[in-house]
Nanobody
Framework: QVQLVESGGGLVQAGGSLRLSCTAS????????MAWFRQAPGKEREIVAN????????IYLDSVKGRFFMSRDNAEKTVDLRMDNLKSEDTAVYYC????????????????WGQGTQVTVSS
């Protein structure tokens, strides 16, 4: 098993920036694919981005391309999501997820989840 804890959320004005961090425990972190999901009130959970073992990342949400950037640091066992030019529609709980084998885009592709961190963007 791997344990995941998100941090860095908060209240920010539209146009501002935040950096979310996910800290992992475990002895084989570098073997896991990682992802960020988000869930807005009344909405389905959706993938934001994922990243493979070697650090190549993919942004899936067209609405955040060019504004959000995902990276990982295997030495520190952390995964970050840098969010620039935030908009009110980015308001959601953001979740970190991990899987041993797949670099998927569905919630069901991931075996391990953090508890989430709230991001609220005011206009």
């Amino acid at each position: 098993q791997v344990q995941l804890v998100e941090s860095g959320g908060g209240l920010v004005q539209a146009g501002g920036s935040l950096r979310l961090s996910c800290t992992a425990s475990g002895r084989t972190f570098r073997d896991y694919a990682m992802a960020w999901f988000r869930q807005a009130p009344g909405k389905e959970r959706e993938i934001v981005a994922n990243i493979g073992w070697s650090g190549g990342s993919t942004i899936y949400l067209d609405s955040v391309k060019g504004r959000f950037f995902m990276s990982r640091d295997n030495a520190e066992k952390t995964v970050d999501l840098r969010m620039d030019n935030l908009k009110s529609e980015d308001t959601a709980v953001y979740y970190c997820a991990a899987d041993r084998w797949r670099v998927g885009r569905r919630s069901s592709d991931y075996d391990y989840w953090g508890q989430g961190t709230q991001v609220t963007v005011s206009s």
